[in-house]
């Protein structure tokens, strides 16, 4: 259930249009309800459908387009790494198949311990620094040669220990 916080959230996005256009709003809308609940189920589809006045189907045409939604619940750190053209042509794929052995799960699994999911998408629009990878739908990695990833695997597990 999306709570009180994330409509207030919400309200704030709409009010960024006409009235008459808060549909406009979706994108956001399924963004703070993702943070608030880790991944979009149909019920809160259907929450932010009602919330802005548009049919279920409509919200889910937006979520399931966009890979930045999740689905399904998700690692803590999910990682898309781009297999665009471009990014193929400079190991694109070479870096997935890498960090498939490195976590020990294929595409689209997260590692048994929840820590990550590992995707692929389409272009991150860094085309000149391939291979790149986005962590979280967030950070941006660049020029990911098999030692990068494998210290940002590493890097991330190690932040994950506590003393």
């Known amino acids: 259930m999306i709570s009180e916080e994330s409509k207030t959230r919400f309200a704030q996005e709409v009010a960024k249009y ?3 256009q808060k549909q406009s709003a979706v994108m956001a809308c399924l963004a703070i309800a993702q943070q608030q609940l880790g991944h979009l189920s149909a019920e809160t589809e259907r929450e932010v459908a009602e919330y802005l006045g ?3 189907m409509a919200v889910h045409e937006v979520s399931s387009f966009y890979n930045m939604y999740n689905l399904e619940p998700v690692g803590k750190y999910k990682l898309n790494v ?6 193929q042509l400079r190991g ?4 997935l198949s890498h960090l498939e052995h490195k976590l020990g799960v294929a595409l689209g699994e ?5 820590m990550f999911t590992l995707q692929q998408c389409e272009c991150l629009g ?3 620094d391939a291979p790149v990878l986005l962590v979280n739908d967030h950070d941006m990695c660049s020029f990911m040669s098999d030692d ?3 210290q940002l695997v590493d890097g991330l597990r190690a932040s994950e220990v506590k003393p």
């Open 18 to 20: 006409p009235a008459d």
């Open 54 to 56: 548009m049919a279920p």
């Open 82 to 87: 781009c297999t665009n053209l471009p990014c």
């Open 92 to 95: 694109g794929k070479h870096a």
């Open 110 to 114: 997260t590692t048994a311990d929840g």
């Open 126 to 128: 860094a085309c000149a």
């Open 148 to 150: 990068k990833l494998d």
